[in-house]
């Protein structure tokens, strides 16, 4: 049973990437813990709609944005198939894209961003976009973003995303870098929440932290390596939970998941923790990130 914060603090699991990679564990662990709110960056399963009433079911406050693996198929034919159409519909009120949701106790509020993103430089398929938001460009869906945070009831805010901005780093390791393909360099970050993200800072909210993954933390170039997936710029954290996959088998032969636990209080990112937890609920495993600085400006 979840056991609410005192004012003023406020406590995060945070879920990366799933990729079907989930177990009753997962649930019973979320349900009994003491967190406020889970955080879930998406890419559930591949169009998976039983995924989807899984999270629905949880029996735990949650916001979700989905992923690009969740509207695979639709993206490759550029139509909403109805199995999207389903995970958008059992969802619900969870799935938080282009919309905010107010934390009074803590007084800051949660900005869910674009949906299904593949990163790079485009909507890849504005179709899909035009149908369920009504947006066919890059631009647009940077003006729905910032629509959402001018709805906040407070200038304190979380980014909820599926893939992080552009400005991060153009390195294979970088946060949002590229590392697959034929040229595996670049910045494949998403733009419109760069271009959010900075009319936000100049419209004097803060953003606290940007939580996205979608960039999996074991490279495909080069091979063997980890990305970087903490840094901060100008005061604002960005965490990438993308640990893929996120159960593994210990030396000992203990099955473990992988969250992150974050806790902000006074309106400052107090503590975050990568931990690992076996099917009993007991934390086996726990890291500390540490955060790099990036000293460039968005676009």
């Known amino acids: 049973m979840s056991h609410p914060s005192p004012p003023g603090r406020v406590k995060f699991i945070v879920v990366g990437d799933i990729h079907a990679n989930w177990q009753q564990e997962d649930r019973v662990f979320l349900e009994s813990g003491d967190q406020d709110l889970v955080l879930l960056v998406g890419d559930l399963g591949d169009e998976d709609v039983e995924m989807a009433r899984k999270i629905a079911a949880l029996k ?3 916001a979700v944005i989905i992923g690009n693996h969740d509207a695979w198929r639709s993206f490759t034919e550029r139509y909403p198939t109805d199995n999207l159409r389903k995970i958008l519909e059992i969802l619900g009120d969870d ?3 282009y919309r905010c949701l107010d934390l009074p106790e803590a007084q800051l509020s949660i900005i869910g961003v ?3 993103s593949w990163g790079g430089k485009d909507l890849r398929s504005p179709e899909v976009y035009a149908e369920f938001f009504g947006i066919r460009s890059v631009s647009e869906s940077a003006e729905k973003i910032i629509a959402a945070a001018k709805t906040a009831a407070f200038d304190d805010l979380i980014i909820l995303a599926h893939n992080g901005p552009t400005g991060l780093g153009s390195g294979p390791g970088d946060i949002y870098g590229k590392d697959f393909g034929r040229n595996p360099r670049g910045d494949f970050g998403d733009e419109d929440l760069a271009l959010a993200l900075t009319e936000i800072e100049q419209s004097g ?3 606290i932290a940007v939580v996205a993954g979608h960039m999996h933390d074991r490279l495909s170039h080069p091979r063997g390596k980890r990305r970087r997936r903490f840094v901060r710029r100008n005061g604002t954290a960005f965490i990438n939970p993308a640990v893929v996959p996120r159960i593994r088998r210990t030396e ?3 099955t473990v998941r992988h969250y992150l636990r974050m806790v902000i209080e006074d309106l400052k990112l107090c503590s975050i923790e990568e ?7 007991k934390v086996q495993e726990v890291d500390i990130p540490e955060f790099a ?5 968005f676009a």
């Open 95 to 97: 799935h938080l894209a």
């Open 293 to 297: 600085e990036v000293p460039v400006k």
């Open 60 to 62: 735990c406050p949650k």
């Open 205 to 207: 909210r803060r953003v």
């Open 114 to 116: 674009r949906p299904f």
């Open 252 to 254: 000992s032969g203990t």
């Open 275 to 281: 931990i690992w937890v076996d099917a009993w609920g």
